[in-house]
């Protein structure tokens, strides 16, 4: 696949603005089912502001140091994601479209100072029960060398493959989108931690991250989407899930969440951290404190 290399990050506001104004008549791109999608972008030479990391740890409790938390990238390049996903050749438009899963793999702790590629295409496009799974790549490269790689499964309801889509992606069948076994009865051991979650809480993740998506910052525009209120970021969930680790993971790993129902705001969530006990994979799970048959994230941090 051939990248094209931007000047710098976009900015995600202009990017959201765009995606709308491609819903609009006479003005989108006609989009087709019938093909992976070919663009890739990439972006060379990228630092990190301490500032703005110091902000998002602030977002997500975690502590700021002299490393990145394992799903900082994901906001650093998630830009470059909304970037690939409005191209002519993505299978259905972005709007609207569902964070299913997340999978980061890195080979190290990325540092502050440290400068860096990033880069995302999109692969695998595949029918879901509800539409079309398709994978976003991102890729932080030092030097020669791939040090964290992330794919993210978004879910575009409604989307179908056209009638001339070849056979070798109409072979990929159906799937789940998700990674990890889905999440089973109420833990059998006390909750790890209570959380409350208000709109406060999310909105400053919101100015961090600069996803101000209106399901997170806006009554109305949640409510235009069929939610009863604001929605935690699922990113917000993912990075927030590890604060209680810190200390315990680092360096090497593997990180696999997959999203389920969604943070209604305000909530009171109960999380859960259980280890298997050859001191192997990390177990997490966030579900609804008062109903905890409703699931939220299910989460396993794997050292490697």
């Known amino acids: 696949m051939d990248f094209k290399t931007l000047d710098k990050i976009p900015d995600l506001g202009v990017e959201f603005r765009k995606i709308v104004a491609d819903k609009l008549p006479g003005v989108g791109v006609k989009r087709v089912a019938d093909k992976d999608p070919a663009t890739g972008v990439e972006v060379n030479g990228v630092t990190v502001d301490p500032r703005h990391l110091a902000a998002y740890n602030q977002a997500v409790g975690l502590r700021t140091g002299s490393e990145l938390p394992v799903t900082y990238p994901f906001v650093l390049s998630f830009p470059l994601v909304m970037r690939v996903m409005r191209s002519g050749d993505f299978p259905y438009s972005p709007m609207g479209a569902v964070h299913i899963s997340n999978q980061i793999e890195q080979t190290r702790a990325l540092r502050l100072g440290e400068e860096f590629k990033l880069r995302v295409h999109a692969r695998n496009v595949r029918e879901h029960r509800r539409g079309l799974l398709v994978d976003l790549v ?13 794919t993210s499964t978004f879910l575009g309801m ?3 493959l056209d009638s001339a889509a070849p056979q070798e992606i109409k072979d990929r069948g159906q799937e789940r989108g998700t990674c990890l076994p889905a999440a089973g009865e109420e833990p059998d051991v006390a909750q790890t931690a209570l959380w409350r979650v208000t709109a406060e809480d999310i909105k400053q993740y919101a100015e961090a991250s600069g996803d101000k998506n209106p399901v997170h910052v806006s009554g109305i525009g949640a409510r235009a989407f069929g939610f009863p209120n604001v929605i935690a970021h699922g990113m ?20 696999t969440v997959d999203f389920a129902k969604p943070v209604v705001l305000p909530a009171r969530v109960a999380f859960w951290a259980r280890r298997d006990p050859d001191g192997g994979a990390w177990k997490l799970e966030v579900r609804k404190a008062k109903k905890p048959e409703s699931v939220h994230a299910v989460a396993e941090v794997v050292e490697l």
Do not use: H, K
Not at 249 to 255: E, N, P
């Open 138 to 150: 991102t890729e932080v490269i030092v030097g020669a060398e791939t040090v964290w790689a992330q």
């Open 236 to 255: 917000w969930t993912a990075a927030r899930m590890l604060a209680p680790l810190e200390g315990r993971i680092g360096g090497a790993l593997r990180y």
């Open 158 to 160: 409604g989307a179908r």
